[in-house]
């Protein structure tokens, strides 16, 4: 209950090495992990660490912004690359690397790139970590939603490549247990971590060790495994479902592709449509969907990203209609 | 147990509202308050709003080193000034004023100042709001243990002063639940306010909702007023008891006062003594004391602060008897 080291709770952060180390295949010691209050603040004390005025800082155009926010905060300067079915561009990053000289750091989602869902392919995942290595610039990965992947094979994170040098991993517990809990992690270098100590004193002392050691318990007696199987399937499911309801009703108007994992769907109207405003008539009807301003870097992107977690069948099947009946 | 609003759980903030008004005499409204993860994140939050590359902070020395810290991360200057048996000593503050032109916030803490225990003086009090406002420089009021006071009547925060017009006011509940209880709170402008959340979505998202909720439920009860009004009776009596035991041993060897709140003793030597060395001795024999060089600015400062709520009565006479034995 009294204060305690900055890092995070250490047979916590035991834990969450284990499970890196053996089910995402990385290679990790004790001191290349902290323990944060969820993903976000992984990005923030990264970036703080990390960067410095007028840093080049590269992001997938559509994707995460609240990260972007972080990288600003910093004093970087952000430079989009674009996103198609097989994650980020690679050549549109050489691009930057030849105009710009160098870059900082790349942000990227490849398991499920947000807001598109596409899982980063393996030859661009190659081509990605010799680059940085080439260019000396670091990979912050941020694996938002690593649990919830339906497909037959997992796929590992690029930090876990076994020549991947600089690499900023970043996980999350508010996905598996809830969003109210905010407990994520980063691992890093050394280095990078030992800073990173250093300014969480200075931001808000430690984190929440009871909370950890809460959820500690549930990682030891199985009850997080047995939770994520059984959410697993649930939500696979519930994919599945959502897949056939779009295909009912939306099919001639969007296009899309089943996500591999994670809790969205990613749809394209065929014709180039004012979404924003689509987004406010949905309002009106009771549906919430992410205004497509909150993840384009200028223009907005003709795409709706629609998450299916929270909602039941009914009301998958309503929110669909009502967006066909205005597109 | 989802994502929600980056300035706190709306019962909670009202109820410390409720609690700042009409127990320490301040006037604020729903959006003036912000709740964070203990003071420590307050002060953090309001140096990288408040404070631009270059400002001057004036602060207590000896002090509270995390405080400055959090300064200095904005890229503020540091400007010290001494404290005597009254507080912060008003002419050196004036000196400042006439040598740099202008300051941007002085930090204080003024109910019982740390390290050296003292309450600041109502004439010191006063001048300090008149500088304030002729000046435009802001009050940042650490006032981390208000609730532990055992004179005969409450002494109110400078911010609550009726022409106070710049002021930022922290709280923690650390010291009243549990330090690993990370949940503290500022009050300020509106305008402070407002840039605050936003810095907040960037860092972590939101507090603890949860447990602002648990500890509402806490006040709302009356447990807190009952837990306060035992825990001041014992902390009472247990200071009595240890200036009974300073007397006893130590006072031919220091000076010291006793003081009229928090939880602590400050004790100065009557010789210059070197006090980092005693602390290393003191550690051998189990008794772990805050080095001077913690809470001074420049050169070690000949006082010693000595913390008493956590120990039982034979561990502070054994305490006090050995550092008699060294000094």
Known sequence: MGYSNAS??????????QMLNFKRGM???????????????????????????????????????????????????????????????????????????????IYITPHHQFPTTVTL???????????SNKHGFTIIEDDYDNEFHFGQRPILPVSSFENAENFIYIGTMSKIVAPALR????????????????????????????????????????????????ATLHYKNKRDFFEKV???????????????????????????????KIAVKLLDKGIQIISPQDFSFDKPINGLRLGYASLNEDQLEYGIKMISSLL
Chains 1, 2 share one sequence.
């Not at 950890?212 to 997080?224: F, K, P, R, S, T």
Request: hydrophobic share 40%; charged share 20%; glycine share 8%.
């Open 27 to 105: 290679r990790l010691s004790a001191d290349e992990i902290f323990i944060t209050r969820g993903s976000q603040m992984a990005m923030y004390l990264s970036a703080q660490c990390l960067l410095r005025k007028g840093d080049h800082v590269v992001v997938e155009n559509p994707g995460y912004k609240p990260a972007w926010q972080a990288f600003k905060s910093a004093g970087a300067q952000i430079l989009p690359v674009g996103v198609d079915n097989e994650g980020l561009i690679i050549e549109d990053l050489k691009l930057l690397l030849e105009n710009y000289g160098s870059i900082k750091a």
């Open 183 to 230: 407990l994520g992690y980063l691992a890093a270098s050394r280095n990078l971590i030992a800073q990173v100590t250093e300014l969480r004193k200075i931001i808000d002392v430690q984190g929440d060790n009871i909370m950890a050691q809460a959820v500690l318990q549930l990682i030891n007696e199985g009850h997080i495994k047995r939770h994520l199987r059984k």
């Open 8 to 17: 995070g709770d250490t047979d916590f952060r035991n834990a969450i090495i």
């Open 246 to 276: 779009i295909n009912q009703h939306l099919s001639e108007k969007v296009n899309f592709h089943k996500p591999e994992g994670g809790l969205a769907f990613w749809l394209t109207p065929k014709q180039e449509t004012n979404l924003s």
């Open 121 to 131: 392919s393996l030859p661009r995942r190659l081509e990605l970590v010799t680059l």
